[in-house]
């Protein structure tokens, strides 16, 4: 019987990761990795084929830390993909909304949900993952402890929902990006509208960021992102995140980049993919 190829994700079985590669990689089977080096390690090493990383949400803005874990993972960007995420308020069987005191989950799943830990007066307490609130309500009963995960979660773990869909925002959506260790990914087909992804850190020059990032506007390179974040903890050795429409090999995105080069003293592509179709729906 031929093994199924495997994807990591960060977090614990029934997080909303897993619920990700579920849902666009269904004939994977997903692990789950306690941090996102393990996960990237887990590709690296072989042991996965890929891994699918969060890295923005709608309501609650970027996943912290991986922006920076990026170049240094050894992973390509092969692809995007979007979730709309729906959280639920789960308790043990039997348990009573009336009866809840606290609610416990991961900082980003308490940060969507206010409105509803609010009006229902409970006390948020933040841990490392949705589905690991769930494990442990499951594991250790409290009809005043409640926790916010799946759908997914709630089934896994055999706890009750007690209010389906307590996302503050309807339009909450999580990105996620594919990743491989292949360093040299197939290159997306000539008919897809694609996404460039790289870093840069600029030259110590006067007006180096807006001179490196002159040739994107001149050339008509629709940059879609753009996000700093520190190197090694050094105030003065800032990267920067980029996404751009198109592919490096056109010809308006090769001459941005050329500019580029001339005031920056690092640039790497981290993966040239399809746009998600998702990103049609306005």
Not at 125 to 130: A, L, M, S, W
Not at 173 to 188: C, E, I, K, N, W
Not at 262 to 271: A, I, K, M, Q
């Given at each position: 019987m031929t093994s199924l190829p495997k994807i990591a994700f960060q977090g614990e079985l029934g997080a909303n990761s897993h619920e990700a590669c579920s849902l666009h990689f269904p004939g994977y089977e997903a692990v789950p990795c306690p941090t996102f080096d393990e996960a990237f390690e887990a590709v690296r090493s072989g042991a996965c084929a890929l891994a699918m990383i969060p890295v923005e949400n709608s309501v609650a803005g970027r996943v912290a830390d991986v922006h920076h874990l990026l170049p240094s993972s050894g992973l390509k960007i092969i692809g995007e993909r979007f979730m709309p995420i729906h959280h639920q308020l789960l308790a043990n069987?039997?348990?009573?909304?009336?009866?809840?005191?606290?609610?416990?989950?991961?900082?980003?799943?308490?940060?969507?949900?206010?409105?509803?830990?609010?009006?229902?007066?409970?006390?948020?307490?933040?841990?490392?993952?949705?589905?690991?609130?769930?494990?442990?309500l499951a594991a250790n009963p409290d009809p005043t402890q409640a926790a916010i995960a799946s759908r997914m979660a709630a089934e896994l773990y055999g706890l009750d929902i007690l209010q389906q869909?307590?996302?503050?925002?309807?339009?909450?959506?999580?990105?996620?990006?594919?990743?491989?260790?292949?360093?040299?990914?197939?290159?997306?087909?000539s008919t897809e509208r694609c996404v460039t992804?790289?870093?840069?850190?600029?030259?110590n020059l006067p007006a180096a960021l807006?001179?490196?990032?002159?040739?994107?506007?001149?050339?008509?390179?629709?940059?879609?992102?753009?996000?700093?974040?520190?190197?090694?903890?050094?105030?003065?050795?800032?990267?920067?995140?980029?996404?751009?429409?198109?592919?490096?090999?056109?010809?308006?995105?090769?001459?941005?980049?050329?500019?580029?080069?001339?005031?920056?003293?690092?640039?790497?592509?981290?993966?040239?993919?399809?746009?998600?179709?998702?990103?049609?729906?306005?």
């Open positions: 069987r039997g348990v009573s909304l009336e009866q809840v005191r606290e609610v416990s989950s991961h900082v980003m799943a308490l940060a969507q949900c206010r409105k509803v830990i609010r009006s229902h007066g409970l006390t948020a307490h933040i841990v490392g993952d949705t589905a690991g609130a769930a494990r442990f869909d307590i996302e503050d925002a309807a339009h909450n959506t999580t990105r996620f990006l594919v990743m491989t260790a292949d360093p040299a990914p197939p290159a997306p087909k992804s790289f870093v840069f850190r600029v030259r807006y001179k490196a990032l002159g040739g994107f506007a001149t050339n008509g390179v629709n940059m879609s992102k753009l996000e700093s974040y520190m190197e090694d903890g050094a105030f003065t050795a800032t990267m920067f995140y980029a996404e751009v429409d198109g592919r490096p090999e056109d010809a308006a995105m090769g001459l941005a980049f050329e500019e580029l080069g001339f005031f920056t003293d690092r640039f790497e592509v981290l993966g040239v993919y399809p746009a998600d179709p998702f990103r049609d729906r306005g």
